[in-house]
């Protein structure tokens, strides 16, 4: 028997309704995969606002001990503040697992509607990292006495002015945060025989944080992957602009750039390599493209520990409605898979859906596209539990 542990946060709006259908799926693929050979042993945790109501903390030190012993959970979504003092759970999470790579597939999936002429030609994968860059906070408010002491300094000894009623933040990416993330980025790229690699960055304004994002990840590319990826500049002159079989394009693009082109020619990206802000930006985007951000999961992985989630946030207005798409959360659950070695069974999951989606039985946000009465959210997740099992 081989068991994995796996916590799991039911999550704040629809949360509940949605994780508790994700795991059966999950459950039933690796039922049908792998018989009683393989499972998941499941241990609720409480994070966010009902955490909150009970004990105080959001994240509660008893949830966080269980983290750093298990290291692996599924996450249902939570509720992020804005302003204020209240720090994001999941950035909490993030750093205290060093869970330093997000990664998010993004595909077309038929019958949705697109804003974009030929969305077929999406399929793309975001790494973002996710334990640097501005998501640190490291920031005070305008009017506080560290912003003027900071002021103060920054003129004293740079010559730096800032205004008064300025809050002030920093942006600190390091060599070796940005270099883990461009050798996980281009081993999956290499492992998954992906076309080509892109590396996002604002490096023409910010040319000590960005820009060295950029050369870091070049740096990794040429001494550690150097046989088998093709850098931009080379294809024309060594290669008659074309990539040879068996090698990854590796270019890089500034961020405003990369926006235009992932509308104008999606076909011409594939892998995705970006500090934490950019790959915040460019994957909800990207994601926006195949006409339903709901439908997508995502993982935040480190060298030992992961978090697997949807994308979405906690939508309230739709909590308790037994309305909402669980296909996030349960895709979340996929990627988990994957990267528990249980590809088999994440590929009945992927079978599933689209199963549910050509007959028709599918909640109202596909619903609505596709022109047939919907389901609820359990209903679907038993529609899925269904195929799955062969019932």
């Not at 955490?51 to 959970?73: C, F, H, I, V, W």
């Not at 081993?187 to 060295?212: C, L, P």
């Amino acid at each position: 028997m081989e068991n994995n542990v796996v916590l799991y946060i039911e999550g704040d709006g629809i949360g509940p309704e949605i994780t508790r259908p994700a795991i059966k799926v999950l459950d039933a693929a690796v039922k049908a995969a792998y018989g009683n050979d393989r499972a998941i042993e499941w241990k609720r945790v409480d994070a966010g606002l009902e955490a909150e109501k009970n004990g105080g903390d959001a994240l509660p030190g008893e949830t966080a001990s269980l983290m750093q012993k298990y290291r692996y959970m599924l996450k249902g979504p939570l509720e992020t503040p804005v302003g204020g003092q209240k720090r994001s759970i999941n950035v909490r999470i993030r750093l205290m697992l060093d869970l330093y790579a997000n990664i998010r597939p993004i595909k077309y999936m038929k019958k949705i509607d697109s804003p974009i002429k030929n969305p077929e030609r999406i399929d793309m994968v975001v790494f973002r990292e996710n334990t640097d860059d501005l998501y640190r906070g490291i920031e005070w408010a305008y009017d506080s006495p560290e912003a003027a002491k900071l002021r103060g300094f920054l003129k004293e000894q740079f010559n730096v002015d800032i205004e008064g009623d300025a809050g002030i933040g920093i942006k600190p990416m390091s060599m070796m945060k940005s270099k883990r993330i461009a050798r996980m980025a281009l081993k999956y790229a290499v492992d998954k025989k992906r076309k080509s690699i892109t590396v996002m960055h604002k490096g023409n304004i910010m040319k000590y944080t960005e820009a060295m994002f950029k050369e870091w990840s070049y740096d990794v590319a040429r001494s550690e992957f150097g046989d088998r990826i093709v850098e931009e500049g080379e294809l024309a002159t060594k290669y008659g602009g074309t990539v040879p079989n068996g090698k990854i394009l590796f270019n890089d693009r500034i961020a405003d750039n990369l926006f235009q082109q992932v509308i104008t020619r999606p076909e011409s990206y594939d892998v995705i390599l970006a500090p934490n802000l950019n790959g915040d930006y460019i994957s909800d985007a990207i994601g926006a493209l195949i006409g339903d951000i709901g439908l997508l999961g995502g993982a935040n992985v480190g060298d030992d520990a992961g978090m697997f989630e949807a994308v979405h946030g906690t939508a309230p207005k739709y909590a308790g409605k037994n309305v909402a798409n669980p296909t996030g959360i349960i895709r979340g659950g996929t990627l988990m898979l994957d990267h528990f070695g249980m590809a088999e069974a994440s590929a009945l999951v992927e079978k599933a859906i689209d199963q549910a989606v050509e007959e028709q039985k599918v909640t109202q946000d596909i619903a609505r596209y596709i022109g047939c009465k919907p389901i609820g959210t359990k209903e679907f997740g038993d529609v899925l539990t269904g195929i799955i099992s062969g019932k």
